[in-house]
C-alpha cells in the first residue's frame, strides 16, 4: 500500500533507542529514517506493587 507509514523503536532494550520511521513510496520502495532519540522504560502494573 503506497503511502503506508511504520515508527518503531530500534535498539537495545532498556538503552537508548531511536524511533525509525518506514514509508512505503509510490514506486513501491521503502525508505527510512531516524526520527529521533528516545529512552523506553518498562510500564509498571497494579501486581507490581504488594
Known sequence: ???A???IPV???HSLQH????EKQ???EISTREILAVF???LT???RYE
Open 1 to 3: 500500500m503506497p503511502g
Open 5 to 7: 507509514r511504520l515508527v
Open 11 to 13: 535498539g537495545a532494550p
Open 19 to 22: 524511533l525509525l520511521l518506514v
Open 26 to 28: 509510490k514506486n513501491d
Open 40 to 42: 523506553f522504560v518498562p
Open 45 to 47: 502494573g497494579g501486581e
